[in-house]
Protein backbone atom coordinates (compact mmCIF):
# COMPACT_ATOMS: atom_id res chain seq x y z
CA UNK A 1 0.00 0.00 0.00
CA UNK A 2 1.26 3.73 -0.87
CA UNK A 3 -0.03 6.69 1.74
CA UNK A 4 -0.31 9.82 0.38
CA UNK A 5 -0.90 13.15 2.20
CA UNK A 6 -1.03 16.79 0.39
CA UNK A 7 -0.44 19.87 2.14
CA UNK A 8 0.05 23.69 1.05
CA UNK A 9 -3.61 24.23 0.31
CA UNK A 10 -5.17 27.59 1.13
CA UNK A 11 -6.34 31.06 -0.07
CA UNK A 12 -4.68 32.89 -2.38
CA UNK A 13 -5.60 35.93 -4.62
CA UNK A 14 -5.73 35.82 -8.52
CA UNK A 15 -2.06 36.21 -10.45
CA UNK A 16 -0.68 35.00 -6.97
CA UNK A 17 1.42 31.39 -6.10
CA UNK A 18 1.36 28.59 -3.93
CA UNK A 19 2.77 24.82 -3.77
CA UNK A 20 1.92 21.62 -2.94
CA UNK A 21 3.78 18.90 -1.44
CA UNK A 22 2.74 15.53 -0.94
CA UNK A 23 4.45 13.22 1.60
CA UNK A 24 4.61 9.54 0.10
CA UNK A 25 5.47 6.24 2.59
CA UNK A 26 4.72 2.55 1.97
CA UNK A 27 6.46 1.17 -0.74
CA UNK A 28 9.56 2.41 -2.44
CA UNK A 29 8.48 6.23 -3.20
CA UNK A 30 10.72 6.17 -6.83
CA UNK A 31 9.27 2.92 -8.24
CA UNK A 32 5.98 5.25 -8.85
CA UNK A 33 4.99 8.01 -11.39
CA UNK A 34 3.27 10.73 -9.11
CA UNK A 35 1.09 12.94 -9.87
CA UNK A 36 -1.82 15.88 -9.39
CA UNK A 37 -5.04 16.01 -10.41
CA UNK A 38 -8.36 17.95 -9.08
CA UNK A 39 -11.69 18.23 -8.71
CA UNK A 40 -13.81 21.82 -8.96
CA UNK A 41 -16.87 22.20 -7.56
CA UNK A 42 -19.90 20.33 -10.19
CA UNK A 43 -16.91 19.50 -12.10
CA UNK A 44 -15.34 16.41 -13.59
CA UNK A 45 -11.98 15.28 -11.92
CA UNK A 46 -9.21 16.44 -14.39
CA UNK A 47 -5.56 15.50 -14.87
CA UNK A 48 -2.88 18.15 -13.90
CA UNK A 49 0.74 17.01 -13.98
CA UNK A 50 2.41 13.86 -13.96
CA UNK A 51 6.13 13.19 -13.48
CA UNK A 52 8.55 10.04 -14.16
CA UNK A 53 9.96 7.71 -11.26
CA UNK A 54 13.61 9.42 -11.98
CA UNK A 55 11.82 13.24 -12.65
CA UNK A 56 13.00 13.29 -16.26
CA UNK A 57 9.78 13.25 -17.75
CA UNK A 58 7.06 15.66 -16.71
CA UNK A 59 3.13 15.83 -18.82
CA UNK A 60 0.83 18.67 -18.21
CA UNK A 61 -3.00 19.55 -19.13
CA UNK A 62 -2.86 22.40 -21.51
CA UNK A 63 -4.39 24.32 -19.06
CA UNK A 64 -1.68 24.72 -16.97
CA UNK A 65 1.35 24.35 -19.24
CA UNK A 66 3.50 27.23 -18.33
CA UNK A 67 1.90 28.02 -15.26
CA UNK A 68 2.18 24.78 -13.13
CA UNK A 69 6.15 22.71 -12.51
CA UNK A 70 5.63 19.00 -10.86
CA UNK A 71 8.77 18.13 -9.26
CA UNK A 72 10.00 15.27 -6.84
CA UNK A 73 12.75 14.26 -5.00
CA UNK A 74 13.13 10.81 -4.05
CA UNK A 75 15.49 11.32 -0.95
CA UNK A 76 12.67 12.68 0.62
CA UNK A 77 9.43 10.70 -0.66
CA UNK A 78 7.82 13.95 -1.74
CA UNK A 79 6.10 15.25 -4.83
CA UNK A 80 5.65 18.80 -5.35
CA UNK A 81 3.39 21.01 -7.15
CA UNK A 82 4.26 24.99 -8.24
CA UNK A 83 1.84 26.81 -8.93
CA UNK A 84 1.85 30.58 -10.52
CA UNK A 85 -0.57 32.96 -11.64
CA UNK A 86 -3.77 31.27 -10.64
CA UNK A 87 -6.78 32.30 -11.67
CA UNK A 88 -10.23 31.55 -10.23
CA UNK A 89 -10.23 28.85 -12.57
CA UNK A 90 -7.61 26.80 -10.50
CA UNK A 91 -10.39 26.91 -7.66
CA UNK A 92 -10.75 23.24 -7.02
CA UNK A 93 -9.24 19.80 -4.39
CA UNK A 94 -6.30 19.24 -5.41
CA UNK A 95 -4.89 15.00 -5.10
CA UNK A 96 -1.59 13.96 -4.97
CA UNK A 97 -1.55 10.62 -7.04
CA UNK A 98 0.82 7.63 -7.60
CA UNK A 99 0.83 4.49 -10.22
CA UNK A 100 3.27 2.50 -11.35
CA UNK A 101 2.75 3.65 -15.16
CA UNK A 102 2.04 7.19 -15.94
CA UNK A 103 -0.26 9.03 -13.96
CA UNK A 104 -3.40 9.71 -15.64
CA UNK A 105 -7.07 10.67 -14.98
CA UNK A 106 -7.70 7.31 -12.89
CA UNK A 107 -4.76 6.19 -11.01
CA UNK A 108 -4.52 3.49 -8.35
CA UNK A 109 -3.44 5.34 -5.26
CA UNK A 110 -4.75 9.15 -4.03
CA UNK A 111 -4.24 11.15 -0.91
CA UNK A 112 -7.11 12.82 0.71
CA UNK A 113 -6.96 16.54 -1.08
CA UNK A 114 -6.04 19.68 -0.47
CA UNK A 115 -8.50 22.78 -1.40
CA UNK A 116 -7.21 25.53 -3.42
CA UNK A 117 -9.75 28.26 -3.65
CA UNK A 118 -8.26 31.34 -6.07
CA UNK A 119 -10.22 34.70 -5.77
CA UNK A 120 -10.56 37.65 -7.76
Known amino acids: QVQLVESGGGLVQAGGSLRLSCAVS????????MGWLRQAPGKEREFVAS????????FYADSVKGRFTISRDNAKNTVYLQMNSLTSEDTAVYYCAADVRRVRDNPTYWGQGTQITVSS
Open 51 to 58: ISWSGGST
Open 26 to 33: GRTFSSYY
